[in-house]
């Protein structure tokens, strides 16, 4: 088994006064990606704040690449790990190259500003993600799925090991959809470790090489997608009928699980 890049064992997470998590153990190994499903308000966004250094632990242990995460300096940290947060609107209004020349920030120098290599790997983060012709749109004027993609851009300019990716199909139609889960399989097959989380069950089952279902305060199942994606389990994990399950819309969604 690979070294992991980030590993959470026994891990507890929560808020000063509130633990909404226990007993949490995952792995983000490099070439593969693994999913979080679980339904509104349980905690994903804490775990994954949790595992980026931003809250800490209510106990257990967060390794990155077999480091305890709390020896990491930030500027070290984020070498290691990039955050893909769902698309958000800029206050500023910057180019899309901009955008992704903030992620250099991990790579230059304290108090130094970004060289023309730096500008260069910006560039050839858009390139790789097939969205060069962007690069000179102002982020604010590009559309949800457009913005996504540069979001993951920027991401990538960190030349992180692994990426942290929050529901990042969100409000995208489904063509972008596509798009961007092809992008994520693709960065994994180089090499690179993806976490991410979504309400998608036919996402999961379209990318990812492990799913964890959390629900509860903790893991409740977790395995490759088509041993986990169970008709049951993902009733019981929103709340559902199993019967509610089927029909066309769930096909729509690609949500066609096992009996």
């Known amino acids: 088994m690979s070294t992991a890049l980030i590993e959470a064992s026994q891990l507890s997470i929560g808020y000063p006064g509130k633990t909404v998590g226990r ?16 339904p509104n308000g349980i905690g994903k966004s804490t775990l994954f704040k949790t595992l980026l250094g931003l809250l800490p632990p209510h106990g257990g242990d967060v390794r990155v690449l077999e480091r ?32 992704v020349l903030l992620g250099r920030a991990a790579q230059v120098p304290m108090f130094a500003s970004p060289s023309q290599a730096d500008r260069d790997v910006a560039l050839r983060c858009l390139q790789t ?16 799925g457009e913005k996504q993609m540069v979001l993951i851009a920027r991401a990538l300019a960190q030349e992180p090991a692994a990426l942290i990716m ?20 693709r960065l994994a097959d180089a090499g690179m470790g993806i976490l991410f989380c979504t309400h998608q069950p036919g ?26 994606l169970t008709r049951e389990r993902i009733a019981w994990l929103y709340d559902l009928d199993p019967a509610d399950l089927d029909g066309p819309d769930a096909a729509a969604s ?3 699980f096992p009996a």
């Open 68 to 99: 305890p995460l709390r020896d990491w300096p930030p500027h070290e940290l984020a070498r290691q790990i990039a955050y893909v947060p769902q698309a958000q609107e800029s206050p500023l209004p910057l180019a899309a190259s901009e955008i």
């Open 166 to 185: 929050d529901e990042p199909t969100a409000s995208l139609d489904f063509g972008n959809q596509v798009r961007v889960l092809k992008q994520m399989r």
């Open 129 to 144: 993600l097939e969205i060069g012709h962007l690069a000179a749109r102002r982020y604010d004027q590009l559309s949800g």
């Open 23 to 38: 007993g949490l153990s995952l792995r983000v190994q490099p070439g593969r990606i693994l999913c979080l499903l679980g």
């Open 203 to 228: 996402h999961a089952r379209r990318v990812a090489d492990e799913v964890i279902l959390f629900k509860e305060g903790g893991i409740q199942a977790e395995g490759p997608p088509r041993q986990v």
């Open 254 to 256: 690609e949500a066609r």
